[in-house]
């Protein structure tokens, strides 16, 4: 039987009292109306809700929440004054979506997306919790971002767009950045003809402030230096970094734990992939000594020259500027036999973007046929569609942990294990 076209029911503007249901990946709540499925964002399962549709496709609807007509016992009021539901949906402000949730409960939901993506994609019964980093259980989740970015309006005036939205919402806190970032930032200041002003508390309590002018490049090309325990990490101020305070040394951490030191081995053929500045290659050669040897691929010029430096004192350490997929083709298309062995005893750890490794790249990896993987994901759907791949090319997950690094948001950092079966 034909499912119904919501599109003979539903239009943009209609309003609706609906029942939630459940949690869906992105931050988004599901009703199951007489008319189809609806997705409601800033609710909670169970509460019944007054919405306005937004936009209407054939299977499914979004809409705009309006009014909390049965809030959930897990409801509580908006940290930021400026996302409240007291505002317009346009007028509220974004990068906190479940900042309308006890911290207990959104670690709850979290968890609740990671298994069942891992379950669906990933073809596994995942029993991972996600767990609160340091410092952040008995908190209210704020002050973690150690870098924020924020629009600017025609007017001059700061704030992130609304959900959904290209709409500046001017606000007058920050409550989930660094104390020094609330401290210094330029909130009440109007910065007519700027687009873009980054944030990035530095590790010496300062912080650093650029403003970008329209159709400028943000950002600027400086080093500064981050510290990981008593490493130091160089960096270019524009370049990637874990946001929250915690998570560059927690993340170590749980690569460390998640390597397999009986299938590890320092003169194979290592592999930190997506590299960045070499934070996880450092965490793989700290635990495997000094002649380890590893290869960090990056594909952006900048990190990997930082990279380079950071790793230095590992003489077997390389580094690559070059996508991973060109790398593991090349590298695959020239090797000896010899160099195959040394594929096969490596351990490699990833770290890709949001979207996931994808299946071309796992099939490399598997053609690459390391006895180890470790898997850092900031996406629970896309950790387990790779998993799905992985496991059909012969590798099983071995052991997973799930963070919540982004307090008041839907997302949650995972680092994941995957032996030859």
């Not at 980093?133 to 767009?161: H, M």
């Not at 996880?280 to 000094?290: E, N, P, R, V």
């Not at 569609?385 to 997973?400: H, Q, V």
Request: charged share 25%; hydrophobic share 45%.
């Amino acid at each position: 039987m034909a499912k119904r076209d919501l599109r003979n029911s539903l239009t943009a503007g209609d309003t609706l009292e609906v029942v939630v249901d459940n949690v869906a990946h992105g931050g988004i709540f599901v009703a199951r109306t007489e008319h189809g499925v609806v997705f409601v964002p800033e609710a909670l399962p169970g509460e019944r809700v007054r919405v306005e549709v937004s936009r209407v496709q054939k299977s499914f609807a979004h809409s705009e929440l309006l009014e909390v007509l049965e809030p959930s016992s897990d409801r509580v009021e908006h940290f930021w004054p400026e996302a409240r539901l007291d505002r317009a949906p346009d007028h509220r402000a974004g990068g906190a979506e479940f900042g309308h949730i006890k911290l207990a409960k959104q670690r709850e939901l979290k968890t609740q997306v990671l298994r069942e993506a891992m379950q669906r994609f990933g073809g596994v019964e995942a029993d991972a919790r996600v767990v609160a980093a340091p410092g952040d259980n008995d908190a209210r989740g704020l002050g973690w971002r150690t870098r924020v970015r924020l629009q600017v309006s025609e007017a001059g005036r700061q704030g992130p767009f609304a959900a959904r939205t290209h709409n500046v919402v001017p606000v007058s806190s920050l409550p989930l950045a660094a104390p020094s970032i609330q401290r210094d930032a330029l909130l009440d200041e109007r910065l007519v003809g700027a687009a873009i002003v980054d944030y990035v508390a530095l590790a010496d309590g300062s912080t650093d402030i650029i403003a970008s002018e329209a159709g400028a490049e943000a950002g600027r090309s400086d080093t500064i230096v981050e510290l990981v325990g008593d490493r130091e990490f160089q960096l270019d101020r524009a370049g990637f970094w874990q946001v929250h305070r915690e998570a560059p040394a927690l993340l170590t951490d749980a690569v460390r734990r998640a390597i397999d030191v009986s299938l590890a081995d320092p003169k194979a053929a290592n592999l930190d992939l997506y590299g960045g500045v070499g934070l996880f290659a450092a965490a793989l050669g700290d635990l495997l000594g000094s002649s380890t040897r590893v290869t960090s691929v990056e594909g952006n010029e900048i990190a990997t020259d930082h990279a380079a430096e950071n790793l230095a004192e590992w003489v077997g350490a390389q580094t690559a500027t070059a996508s991973v997929q060109q790398y593991l083709k090349s590298t695959l298309e020239r090797a000896s036999a010899a160099e195959r062995d040394r594929f096969r005893a490596a351990t490699v750890v990833l770290d890709p973007p949001r979207a996931g490794a994808g299946e071309p790249v796992i099939d490399l990896l598997a053609d690459y046929a390391p006895a180890q993987l470790v898997y850092v994901a900031c996406d629970p759907v896309a950790l387990a569609r790779d998993t799905g791949l992985l496991r059909a090319r012969g590798y099983e997950l071995a052991t997973l942990e799930s963070y919540d690094l982004f307090p008041h948001t839907h997302h949650l950092e995972s680092v994941a294990a995957f032996r030859r079966a």
